[in-house]
T-cell receptor, first 114, second 113 residues
Framework: KAGVTQTPRYLIKTRGQQVTLSCSPI?????VSWYQQTPGQGLQFLFE???????NKGNFPGRFSGRQFSNSRSEMNVSTLELGDSALYLC?????????????FGPGTRLTVL | GENVEQHPSTLSVQEGDSAVIKCTYS??????FPWYKQELGKRPQLIID?????GEKKDQRIAVTLNKTAKHFSLHITETQPEDSAVYFC????????????FGRGTSLIVHP
């Protein structure tokens, strides 16, 4: 099976802009979770989607949003970018709700905000 | 909310030695504890996990122990090899109801040949 893929792999944006990141899960996986990874804060959970529904959301401002499509692909959007949004954004998929099956991470999208 | 503390932040060992990384959690409702390995520039990969109904799990050179009473769990790597060098993350979450996984800050393991 092909692994989790994320596009784009690298992004450079300026403050105030918005960005959309994409994640394609492993075929058959219905759960997609998003994480932000930074040297200072480590790995932080953004949200999880399961069968097109956002099941859980971490402690991030409303500028961070996401959605999942019927084919389980997911997108994450960040509006009004701030310098502090510079990070590696990882998505992970599993066949069921996180915690009931193994999560597989994608390679990440490296976002730099100037 | 859940709080996970991970120690040490850096661990340096000689090849062949054992390495132990410890995590403590605060929420007694947490019942799933995965460990991830992230090599430089690569994605995190699950290496082992444990659920709260067991106290220990082993997979070749890797083992995880869980003490629910004390709310801590540990990763044990025996006979370390240079390719074990990476950052290791622990996490805690609840599989029931609303879940939000909380990760430790990570441990950078360096195995010297």
């Amino acid at each position: 099976k092909a692994g989790v893929t994320q596009t784009p792999r690298y992004l450079i944006k300026t403050r105030g802009q918005q960005v959309t990141l994409s994640c394609s899960p492993i075929s058959g996986h219905r759960s997609v979770s998003w994480y932000q990874q930074t040297p200072g804060q480590g790995l932080q959970f953004l949200f999880e989607y399961f069968s097109e529904t956002q099941r859980n959301k971490g402690n991030f401002p409303g500028r961070f949003s996401g959605r999942q499509f019927s084919n389980s692909r997911s997108e994450m959007n960040v509006s009004t970018l701030e310098l502090g949004d510079s990070a590696l954004y990882l998505c992970a998929s599993s066949s069921d709700r996180f915690g009931t099956d193994t999560q597989y991470f994608g390679p990440g999208t490296r976002l730099t905000v100037l | 909310g859940e709080n996970v503390e991970q120690h040490p932040s850096t661990l340096s060992v000689q090849e062949g030695d054992s390495a132990v990384i410890k995590c403590t959690y605060s929420d007694s409702a947490s019942n799933y504890f995965p460990w991830y390995k992230q090599e430089l520039g690569k994605r995190p990969q699950l290496i082992i996990d444990i659920r709260s109904n067991v106290g220990e799990k082993k997979d070749q050179r890797i083992a995880v122990t869980l003490n629910k009473t004390a709310k801590h769990f540990s990763l044990h790597i025996t006979e370390t090899q240079p390719e074990d060098s990476a950052v290791y993350f622990c996490a805690a979450s609840s599989t029931g109801g609303s879940y939000i996984p909380t990760f430790g800050r990570g441990t950078s393991l360096i195995v010297h040949p």
